[in-house]
Every structure is written in C-alpha cells, then in structure tokens.
C-alpha cells in the first residue's frame, strides 16, 4: 500500500516549457487535490477532483490544467511554464464524499522554472 | 471568510521542555480542524482530526484540543525528533477544501 505517488520527484524547465505532474493512489479515495507550498503563503489549492470526471478550480488555477484520468490517477499540466510557477506541488486524496474528508499527501514535486 | 492563522511562526525548545502551538480560526459553521507534521523535503503526514468545540485527541507526546475560536497543539517533554513544521487546516461546511495556515517551525534542541 503505497499512498500517494508523484513523479517526478524534481524537474527544471525554461521559461515556456510544459510539462505534466502525475499523481496516484491506491486508497480507493474519490477526491484528489493539486496544491502548491511557498514559503510563507502555506499550501494553497490549485485545483480538485470530487470525482472521476470532474474537476473544479481552488485557489490558484491560473496558469495549470488538470485530467482526472480515471479513480486513482490525477494530473497537473503546465502549457508554458513561467518562473513565478517555482513551487514544491503535493497531490492528496481523501475520501469524500462517502468518507471522511481527512487529506493524505504526497511526497512532492520540487519544481524549478529558469 | 473563513480563516485561519498559526504562531509563533518558529519556536526553540530545549528536550524536555513542554509548550503548546497555536492555531487561530474564524469560520461559519465548521467541518473538521486538522493537524499535520511536515519533514523537511517531505509531504504532510496526518496527525488528528478534531470536529467540535472540547473535543481532545493524543498521540504519544502530542495532544490536540479545540475551542470555539482555537486549536492547540500541545508537546509535552517533546524530543529533538519531534522537530517538524505543524500544519493547522481549516474545514468549514460551506466547502469541503481545506484552509492551510503558514504554519510552526519546531525545533527541539538536545
């Protein structure tokens, strides 16, 4: 039982490349969430998926796409990567609806665009 | 608006030495307050969940409590592996997001 998975781990881009983040888990969970941590501003939302099919924004969606895949799969997708999208981004998932809302996380990708 | 605030932002302990974080919110109607550990480099790992005012959960040298206005996070005799960022998150029942505070830097010197 391995959680939440992310890859990559790390990755450099330029300015204007894309790239796509995956997420996993293998929790049977029916959310998945996107977030990004910067020092000092806290995890905020990008975006989320209540269910396999849809997908809704958070906080901060400018700029990222998101494909709910299917139940366990949930990817992040930066069309034209700018500098100011230098993050650390954690995947979770949780239960709810039909459960609890507690979120599990990832591990990570640290993410640095020149 | 919900919200949501923690301090201090960094606290020194020596082993041994007991304190308590902080975890201030205002919100409409609450859902949950959850508290997580973070390692450096690492995701956030759950620790509790606590849905109503007196409501107190604990593990090992942890224990979380809730008010109507605050959450506490109490370390007792805290060991320097307890050394970690706490998250407090805020679950209010107008969305089921979560409002992530900025966080408290441990450090628990030997």
């Known amino acids: 039982n391995a959680g939440v998975t992310q890859t990559p781990k790390f990755q450099v881009l330029k300015t204007g490349q894309s790239m796509t983040l995956q997420c996993a888990q293998d929790?049977?969970?029916?959310?998945m969430y996107w977030y990004r941590q910067d020092p000092g501003m806290g995890l905020r939302l990008i975006y989320y998926s209540a269910s396999e099919g849809t997908t809704d924004k958070g906080e901060v969606p400018n700029g990222y796409n998101v494909s709910r895949l299917n139940k366990r799969e949930f990817s992040l997708r930066l069309e034209s990567a700018a500098p100011s999208q230098t993050s650390v981004y954690f995947c979770?998932?949780?239960?709810?609806?039909?459960?609890?809302?507690?979120?599990?996380f990832g591990p990570g990708t640290r993410l640095t665009v020149l | 608006e919900d919200q949501v605030t923690q301090s201090p932002e960094a606290l020194r302990l020596q082993e041994g030495e007991s304190s308590s974080l902080n975890c201030s919110y205002t919100v409409s109607g609450l859902r949950g307050l959850f508290w997580y550990r973070q390692d450096p480099g690492k995701g956030p790992e759950f620790l509790f969940t606590l849905y109503s005012a007196g409501e107190e959960k604990e593990k090992e040298r942890l224990k979380a409590t809730l008010t109507k206005k605050e959450s506490f996070l109490h370390i007792t005799a805290p060991k320097p592996e307890d050394s970690a960022t706490y998250l407090c998150a805020l679950g209010g029942d107008s969305s089921y997001k979560l409002i992530f505070g900025s966080g408290t830097r441990l450090l628990v010197r030997p």
């Open positions: 979770a998932s949780s239960e709810w609806p039909g459960g609890t809302d507690t979120q599990y």
């Open positions: 929790m049977n969970h029916n959310s």
